[in-house]
């Protein structure tokens, strides 16, 4: 196995670490989501009033952190949408091709700019260490990294993907095209 085959498996292999994790906040979302709700609706009949704002903007945090940090696991087991009329069609050198010339041409590209758009939000954020502008809300600074994580997440696996595309077209046989297999299929 070469050295860009082993780094492709671990930057792989980190995605899938991540994506174990996010499956994880999505149940914790969903609970945080009911718990907000019902404790909403149960101190309106009571009478009573609870300042919800951190629960909601938790909930909201989750969320990012799923959507943010998802998207390299995504990417990683080529999950992402597609208009798939031809591509389903073509054999794997063809669409190795495709795969390589869209990550090289727009996902790294595009990954590049976000990092270097979002670095002085966020970098102003921790200087300042901005908070919510609503009573008892949460600090929006540590969550506002995140958005430059998953970029660098999303360069990574990019980086990994092409790594692997052009072991496809060189015949190396290290490496398969990027499939959702049984152990990561969605819902298990």
Known sequence: MSILSRVARAIDGFNDRIGAMIR???LVM?????????????????????????????QWYLFSLIFLLGAAYGLRHDVHVRVDVLYSELNPKKRAWIDLIGHVLFLIPFCV?????????????????????????LPRYPIKMVILLSFVL???????QILKQVSILRDDGDQQPPTVDSQHEVGS
Do not use: C, H, K
Request: charged letters at 10%.
């Open 24 to 26: 994880w906040l999505s």
């Open 30 to 58: 969903v609970l945080v989501g009911a718990a907000t709700a019902i404790l909403r609706y149960s101190s309106r009949g009571l009478g009573l009033s609870f300042n919800l704002t951190p629960q909601t903007e938790l």
């Open 113 to 137: 700019v976000m990092l270097y758009v979002s670095w002085p939000a966020v970098q102003n954020s921790w200087s300042i260490r901005e908070m919510s502008p609503d009573p008892g809300g």
């Open 154 to 160: 999303l360069v990574g696996q990019g980086y990994s």
